[in-house]
């Protein structure tokens, strides 16, 4: 069968099955020369789970040199690197590009009621670039890693450390590129494709996230690209920038490292909010509530994001009146996401609430992240945050919004919408497992963090008093706990690609475009392009209590399309 | 079997060459907000070493050669005016020849900013003007100066160089498909894409070649 035969293929039924999967052409190089959005998506997974399991391994491994308070199983210089490298992939590797790329790439032309992205070769180019990175991390990896720690702060960076750090910075700068083209890429396509009637006060909260997400990457990542492009230029071809030999400002370098980094945060943030905003109110059956808030709330967190990147150099010798400004923002970007948090609790309310494992991870999400958000809080308040400075609270606190939330968040979306991925059913006992064990196990793990930070415990060393090795023991343990969790998935999932029920086209009866159409979906998407005459999240009507309602109702709102 | 023009300027996954046009143009100006901050880090940098040193700063702008620096703004001005009569052209086809002659101006204008660039470095490298041992000027922050004008010089030339490579392509397309190139929005995102290279230049030139110089 030719190429050209495939592409017709939705027309018959016998190929209907396996959609986009077979359709294009089943070998490897039809596969890496892809420009089908949903097979791009399946690349950028199958990339960064590699990268999540790489930096898994490190911080396991700074994990047992925890246990003890001696520095005995790998020597310091090797800790660093091991937790350095940690940082370098699941930030650039792992959490920036983890739902934005995957399941944003696979998901929002289907959400909008498009065909593929505005710029199909560009998506692909982005995933290139993307691998291209990753090679260079693997490069920097197998030389011997880097211990700069993830922020790469001068001068040390730049100037002294005898680690592979130009490798890891070629590494994210070209990564970096490929986020700011999905970025483009994302933009456009939400701004020239929507189906007609998909106003922008239709559009699913996941497509809202996405844009906020997009509008904070094309912004942020590339004042970052023109910081490790400055601390390159340093290390190869001695021009200083930063060196304070020279009279330079290193505080300038964690301005602008910063002034990505923190943005950062809320690109990994933001994209979680948009997957558990379609979760909850699809396991609640009830309306989102106060939509319209929570579409303001994701684009104001993008937005005051950029002014808040001073709270990580409260201690760095930056002025009183700028500790003070940043200080307030910070307190300012809480409302937006405490709006958020408000309004998922709210949507539960009154709901037909069941706790298929999605709803699980999601509950999971709202949970941590109120605890990640609050603890955040205090170390927006400059006279703790200098007490808690560069101790492990802070690392408990960003590892409950990162993890706890997004990474929760990633697996609620996982297992949401496996079925549309791979028209398969997941087995759900064991993702309900899976789920309650992924939340204990982290807590397990971040808990005990917070009590030995709030005592003194400093982050980035590997011996430590021995007063803090009770809360180091616990902390590991509840790692192992937590990698058994996030190991369980990778082997019931992949077993039900090959044994799992075949999945209907919208086995949650939820509402959005992307179950409208067969799972796995074809390679078009849609067999006629659809048009939209509902809001989103018409689970029943309003104002009507969904005790009220029959099936039939729910499935009249449901639809739009015949 | 033959396509027409329209079905070879469309791509993937477009039904008309409007929304695709609307497309193209609203990508390049978020790519141009996103090249925006990217050298915005740098101009942040700059702003703060000239704070923090503007003796040395303005004495190293003493050093630069202002008869390149100038003869480089003028050339890259002409060509910026070559590709927006390019573009502005490009969409009727009786201009179609007219339209990809400008294309051609502007590259060759674009090489000649490399080529008096080049003469630029090579004058620099005579004068040791670059940072480290044997520098030749005593002034603290002159060397932080001249790390911002490295660094920012040849990240613009390597953004110039691939604006040359997407310029060639619009000429050699052009000219096998003359119905191509007025019905694709690449021109246009080409010559939006030269011009931003060149609002950087310009703001490069007040930044390295202006400071000092007053007397």
Redesign the interface.
């Known amino acids: 069968m030719t190429d050209a035969t495939l592409d017709h293929a939705p027309d018959k039924p016998g190929d209907d099955h396996l959609g986009y999967l077979s359709e294009g052409g089943h070998t490897l190089w039809s596969w890496l020369t892809t ?1 089908d959005h949903k097979r791009i998506g399946i690349l950028y997974a199958l990339t960064i789970t590699v990268f999540f399991f790489i930096g898994g391994v490190a911080i396991a491994i700074a994990r047992l040199e925890l246990v003890t308070p001696a520095q005995d199983l790998v020597s310091a210089d090797t800790y660093d690197r091991l937790f350095s490298m940690h940082g370098i992939i699941m930030v650039w590797f792992f959490l920036v590009p983890s739902i934005p790329t995957t399941f944003g790439n696979f998901l929002l032309p289907m959400m909008i009621g ?9 998506n692909l180019f982005s995933w290139y670039l993307t691998a291209i990175g990753g090679i260079f991390v693997f490069v920097a990896l197998l030389a011997g890693g880097t211990d700069t720690g993830w922020t790469f702060y001068v001068p040390y960076a730049s100037n002294y450390s005898d680690s592979n750090v130009l490798p890891a910075l070629i590494a994210i700068f070209i990564s970096g590129f490929g986020t ?1 083209a999905t ?3 994302f ?3 939400i ?3 929507r189906a007609p009637g998909m106003y922008w006060f239709r559009l699913p909260l996941f497509v809202w996230s996405m844009y906020a997400v997009s509008l904070a990457i ?6 970052l ?3 490790l ?2 601390i390159a ?2 290390r190869v ?6 060196n304070p030999a ?4 290193p505080l ?1 370098y964690q ?2 490292f910063w ?1 990505y980094s923190h943005p950062a945060v809320y690109i990994m943030i933001l994209p979680a909010m948009g997957v558990v905003s379609e979760v909850i109110p699809c396991f609640a059956r009830r309306r989102l509530f106060g939509y319209s808030f929570m579409v303001y709330a994701l684009v104001a967190i993008a937005v005051i994001g950029f002014s808040v990147w001073g709270h990580h150099m409260f201690v760095s010798g930056q002025s009183a009146y700028a500790n003070l400004v940043f200080s307030f923002m910070s307190f300012m970007v809480a409302v937006p996401s405490a709006i958020k948090v408000f309004n998922w609790t709210a949507t539960l309310y009154r709901g037909q609430i069941s706790f298929e494992a999605p709803m699980l991870y999601s509950f999971g999400f709202v949970g941590l992240f109120t605890m990640g958000g609050l603890t955040g809080l205090f170390l927006a308040s400059i006279p703790i945050d200098i007490q808690a400075t560069d101790t492990y609270f802070v690392i408990a606190h960003f590892h409950y919004i990162m993890v706890g939330g997004t990474v929760s968040a990633f697996f609620a979306a996982l297992h949401f919408w496996w079925p549309k991925v791979t028209g398969r059913m997941y087995p759900e006992a064991v993702a309900r497992f899976a789920a309650i064990l992924m939340f204990f196990g982290f807590n397990f793990t971040f808990f005990p963090q917070f009590i030995m930070g709030w005592a003194g415990m400093p982050r980035r060393y590997g011996s430590y008093p021995p007063e803090f090795q009770i809360y180091h023991v616990l902390s590991t343990a509840g790692a192992g706990v937590l990698g058994i969790a996030y190991l369980m998935p990778l082997f019931y999932l992949t077993w039900s690609i090959f044994y799992g029920r075949r999945a209907p086209a919208n086995p949650w009866e939820a509402t959005g475009l992307e179950w409208q159409t067969p799972s796995p979906p074809p390679k ?1 998407n849609f067999e006629r392009m659809p048009v939209v005459d509902t809001e989103p999240y018409a689970y029943h009507r309003r104002s009507e209590a969904p005790e009220v309602e029959t099936q039939t109702d729910q499935n009249e709102q449901m639809g739009g399309t015949p | 079997m033959t396509t027409s023009a329209e079905d070879r300027a469309l ?3 477009w039904d008309d060459l409007e ?1 695709q046009r ?2 193209a143009l ?2 390049i100006w ?2 141009s ?3 925006l ?6 101009f ?2 700059y702003a ?2 000239f704070y ?2 503007p003796h ?1 700063s303005m004495e190293a702008g003493g050093h630069t050669g202002l008869a390149y620096g100038l003869s480089n703004t003028v050339v890259l001005l002409l060509s910026s005016a070559a590709v927006a009569v390019a573009a502005a052209s490009a969409r009727w086809p009786a201009l179609g020849r007219f339209s990809r002659a400008c294309v051609w101006v502007t590259m060759i204008l674009g090489v000649a900013f490399l080529t008096i660039k080049g003469l630029e470095y090579r004058h620099d490298i005579e004068e040791r003007l ?3 041992p044997g520098f030749p000027i005593e002034a ?2 002159a ?2 100066f ?3 004008y ?2 920012s010089t040849a ?1 613009h030339a390597v953004h110039l160089t691939v604006g040359l490579g997407l310029l060639l392509r619009l000429a050699i397309v052009g000219a096998r498909d003359p119905q191509w190139y007025s019905k694709t929005p690449a021109v246009n995102v080409t010559a939006l894409y030269w011009g931003f290279v060149d609002v950087v230049w310009t703001i490069l030139f007040v930044l390295i070649y202006l400071p000092g110089r007053a007397t």
């Open positions: 420009t498009a065909r593929d992205l505005a710029f199909p070769k560009l700011i970025g483009i890429n933009i456009t396509t701004h020239t494709m094309v912004l942020a990542p590339p004042v690209a023109m910081a492009t400055a230029a340093e071809f001695g021009l200083p920038l930063f020279d009279g330079g400002d300038l301005h602008l002034f078009h | 791509r993937e996954p929304r609307q497309a609203t990508g978020f790519f907000a996103s090249e901050l990217f050298f915005g880090g740098l942040v940098a703060v070493n923090l040193w040395g670059i940072p480290g603290r922050g060397q932080l001249f790390a911002f490295w660094t990240l």
